[in-house]
């Protein structure tokens, strides 16, 4: 039994999704401490709530997948960049100006959706080359670039929406100013199709994006893991010398992994403005949503399968977040969803508090190891 | 007063699954030499972690003057008199030599350094020990001989008598071996008492006084080394009989397989050239060695050569194809220029493919990508072949096949096989696991650096053995080494390489081992123009 269990710890999976739980279970933790310091009286209803709104309803189920759907990309974009050892702080911005391609496409082109979104894979991955040019060519630091070129991006695609009349909702006869056109108006063709969900699911949000998300990360998670691209992609990132001795070529595979990733993030920002529920807002903000990929990557460790539950989770906690309204104010439910999210990205380090005692009996056990385990005895555990 | 100064006694540390230390005697007497022998991952530096007290042992004891002592950390060992000389130095490279020795028990008033009172005793002590330092240089600027005379000096400066080296001889040349030996002796004759920790044969026999022997995790005894000789010593560490000296039949050398013409390459660290115009030939069927000291051009010179670094002039021709060539700048030489000399630099891949294999100097740094398994590391210069590969996925089961066909014909021992994490290999593996990728490649040429680093006496035989039979397969090997016996022993001809110039070329059967200390020392150069081919 111990044998077992010891075993299975030994599964480098079994060890990220510990970490992930255990990180999870923390953040719930002190997010329930944190309720109560603020509000005492309102605060286990408010947990009560944060932790099962997502679950009540199919209609808030709908909405928590709605969300994720979004946050999956920017996930696996984070996530992708990762494997290569990129950081990829700027899908934000690769998933603004994936949001403006597919949103130019569809109200001022009239395009159909699936036009519009292999046009917000393209905007993001335009935007992914940049960071990756400069690291390549120049070593610039990739964190430093896609935070230029996150502000880059949003003034860019405030400039060009202002500037192209058709886009904004008055010109569809809506009363704001500061918005996109709403694509029901504008172009229905251009929304990602409902295919019954919406009925089915008594739901406005509901649509296929979800599943689109999905396949990509499956896409994602072929990459990666079967084929010879990923391989190299995964040497570079895990040991970019060793990647050159064997005559990889980094260079062209740190802004190949940059086009993917901002490809990721880019269909993101079209998956969420394509749903028709949202409408685009010319504000000075960033969007979160390219910063929320970051604890969904860190989350899932930046596998790729394990992204879609992490976003299931972040969503599933953004939900149930709303439902703690007005017994908290939203800034205070931002505040805990972020402690608890915070908390979960912890599971990297979770996972390397649990290896570090593993690795370093492991370690230590190394030097005796081709002394003391002898080549037959190997075999067995392979099977 | 007690005979022994340190005792270690029935000293048990388990790690999951393997029992590093099994019920290890270890006494160390005052004013002795003893060395600690065994092969890696005998449970040498373990037993040495729990000396400094990195680790607590599950069993046994340690007394100190006869006295029980609990060492829980190397505080706790520096108190009680026990310094360490790691075999990776523990420096800080931008802090001068004074800074360094002082470091963590600098003297003080009221939280000023006295700093004269520290230079005052640091000179006294190496001017008594004959440990040549400067007080005033920065670390990172002085030689790994000095580096190594500042880690000596920091434990004579907290009163250290029991002094532990770890392989302090591995980045030493021989003239610096035997002055270390020297002032091993003057400690031990003051009654201070060293432990000693090495794989070489010939260091214990000339300075130990008794060696104790561990195999895997146990002791197989302690012998005085007056009454015993390498063969003896061996048989006790490997448990069977090793060969020291190669055998090897006579090279036949054959074709030119690699030619290299005024390759100069430029120093990352300093403004001058680390390679300075070398020439030289490496033909099929004979093992060319570069030797040297660390640090004189020998890795930029590699580099060039598998690609990694870019050199500023000359040629390098690989099966009488260039894979290297610079082209002269304008206005130099002009009439050259207009001959229109074009620039090569052909990319590893390419290099790779024409037969070049490579066992690199760093086989964490270059050769390994640690969190890959031993399977996806096997195939690091081959995945794209279309044996692994089809239309772009990895064939996972070739891979594997391929992987056992390797760890079985090359005897690469892991935990897991296939899928073990090259992290938790053992360094003895990790180098097997290198060498049968690249030799499985069936180079043309391969480049070996220091393919014997860190490694034990059965690994080492192990390693040469491949090497040589690659040479009688017909394939050059050009061998990059700083081990002198390897140089005499293996190769068939010798260059030496002082401050990025070939100071001259031997053959091993005509020289000596002394007679290459001092070329590589600089002290001597082959004043006669040495063939350029």
């Known amino acids: 039994m111990e044998a077992k269990k010891r075993r299975t710890l030994r599964i480098p999976g079994s060890t990220s999704i510990l970490a992930s739980l255990i990180s999870i279970g923390v953040g719930l933790i002190v997010g329930l401490i944190l309720l109560y310091v603020l509000n005492a009286k309102a605060a286990g209803g408010a947990f009560i709530s944060l932790v099962t709104t997502g679950f009540r309803s199919t209609d808030k189920f709908a909405k928590m997948l709605y969300q994720a759907a979004p946050l999956i990309m920017t996930g696996l974009s984070v996530g992708f960049a990762f494997k290569t050892g990129l950081f990829n702080i700027g899908a934000t911005g690769q998933y603004t100006v994936g949001a403006a391609f597919a949103l130019i496409g569809a109200i001022q082109f009239q395009l159909p959706w699936y036009i519009c979104l292999l046009l917000a894979f393209i905007g993001g991955a335009i935007w ?21 070129f996150n502000w880059i991006a949003m003034f860019a695609v405030n400039l060009t929406i202002n500037n192209l009349p058709m886009m904004l909702a ?7 100013m500061d918005r996109t056109a709403n694509l029901a108006q504008a172009n229905p063709s251009a929304l990602i199709p409902r295919m019954g969900l919406d009925v089915l699911m008594k739901s406005n949000y509901m649509n296929i994006s979800i599943f689109i998300a999905i396949i990509f990360a499956l896409i994602s998670w072929v990459i990666l893991s079967k084929t010879t691209f990923g391989y190299e992609l995964k040497a570079c990132g895990y040991n970019r010398n060793a990647s050159i001795y064997a005559g990889i070529n980094a260079k062209r595979n740190i802004v ?10 880019g269909v993101g920002g079209g998956l969420y403005f394509l749903a028709g529920t949202g409408q685009y807002t010319l504000v000075k903000q960033l969007l979160s949503a390219g910063f929320n990929g970051i604890p969904v990557a860190l989350l899932a460790t930046s596998n790729p399968i394990g992204t879609i539950f992490s976003a299931f989770f972040v969503s599933y906690i953004q939900v149930g977040g709303d439902a703690m309204q007005p017994d908290f104010v939203k800034e205070i439910i931002d505040i805990i969803i972020s402690v608890i999210i915070y908390l979960a990205a912890f599971a990297l380090l979770t996972r390397e508090l649990l290896a570090r005692g593993k690795q370093r009996r492991a370690d230590d056990a190394a030097d005796a190891m081709d002394a003391i385990a002898p080549a037959p005895e190997a075999k067995d555990e392979v099977k | ?14 790690f999951p699954g393997i029992r590093a230390n099994d019920d290890i005697t270890l006494r160390l007497r005052r004013g002795e030499i003893h060395a600690l022998l065994g092969e890696n991952g005998a449970g040498k530096s373990t037993l040495m972690s729990v ?46 030599v004074l800074e360094n020795i002082i470091l963590g028990v600098e003297p003080n008033k009221m939280g000023f350094l006295q700093k004269k009172v520290a230079r005052k005793k640091v000179v006294e002590l190496s001017e008594r020990y004959g440990l040549k330092i400067d007080p005033d240089a920065l670390i990172e600027n002085i030689s790994v001989g000095m580096q190594q005379r500042v880690e000596i000096l920091k434990m004579l400066y907290r009163d250290n008598d029991i002094l532990i080296f770890d392989e302090p ?8 071996i035997d002055e270390l030996m020297q002032i091993m002796r003057s400690f031990a004759a003051e009654g201070k008492s060293i432990l000693f920790i090495t794989h070489k044969l010939n260091e214990i026999m000339a300075v130990a006084d008794r060696c104790t022997v561990l195999r895997k995790g146990k002791c197989i005894g302690t012998v005085d080394v007056k009454d015993t000789d390498k063969v003896k010593l061996s048989r006790m560490m490997v448990g069977r009989d090793v060969e020291f000296i ?31 115009d070398v020439s030289f030939q490496v033909r099929a069927g004979e093992i060319v060695c570069l030797a040297g000291i660390e640090g004189n051009g020998q890795t930029e010179c590699v580099y060039a050569l598998t690609g990694l670094e870019k050199p500023s002039a000359g040629t390098i021709t690989l099966k009488g194809e260039p894979i290297v060539l610079i082209g002269r700048k304008r206005g130099k030489q002009s009439a050259e220029a207009l001959g229109k000399v074009k620039t090569i630099l052909m990319p590893i891949r390419h290099r790779s493919k024409l037969g070049m294999s490579h066992i690199p100097e760093d086989r964490q740094k270059f050769g390994l990508v640690l969190d890959y398994s031993l399977e996806q590391n096997l195939v690091l210069q081959r995945y794209w072949e279309p044996t692994f590969q089809k239309s772009g996925f990895i064939r996972n089961l070739s891979v594997r096949q391929y992987a056992e066909k390797l760890i079985k014909q090359y005897d690469i021992r892991s935990g897991q096989g296939p899928i073990t994490s090259a992290r938790s290999m053992s360094g003895g593996n990790q180098q097997k696991a290198i060498v049968a990728r690249e030799l499985d490649k069936n180079p ?55 401050e990025g110039e070939i100071v001259g070329e031997f053959d091993p059967k005509k020289t000596t081992v002394e007679e290459l200390g001092l070329f590589m020392a600089g002290a001597k150069k082959q004043t006669a123009e040495r063939t350029v081919h």
């Open chain 2, 1 to 14: 007063m007690n005979e022994y100064v340190i005792e270690m006694l029935n000293i048990t540390k388990e």
């Open chain 2, 246 to 276: 190669v055998t090897k039949d006579d090279a036949t050398p054959g074709d030119v397989v690699l030619d290299v013409k005024h390759l100069t390459v430029p120093s990352k660290s300093h403004k001058n050239n680390a390679v300075k």
């Open chain 1, 170 to 176: 008055k010109y569809w006869g809506g009363a704001q």
């Open chain 2, 169 to 176: 001889t591995a980045v030493l040349t021989p003239q610096e």
């Open chain 2, 51 to 96: 000396l400094f007290g990195l680790y607590q042992p599950e069993k046994g004891v340690i007394k100190k003057d006869g006295e029980i002592v609990r060492i829980k950390d190397p505080n706790d060992a520096n108190t009680l008199n026990i310094g360490m000389v790691h075999q990776h130095f523990k420096l800080v490279e931008v802090f001068t």
């Open chain 1, 256 to 265: 190949l992994s940059m086009v993917i990733s901002g490809a990721f993030a």
């Open chain 1, 128 to 148: 992914g080359i940049f960071p990756g040019l400069f690291k390549a060519l120049y070593n610039v630091n990739e964190v430093i670039t896609s935070i230029m």
């Open chain 2, 444 to 498: 043309e040429l391969l480049v070996a650096v220091q393919p014997t680093r860190g490694l034990d006496v059965g690994a080492i035989e192990y390693i040469h053995h491949q090497l040589i039979a690659a040479r009688d397969k017909g394939k050059g090997v050009f061998l990059v080494s700083l081990e002198l016996d390897e140089v005499v022993n293996v190769s068939d001809r010798i260059l030496v390489m002082y």
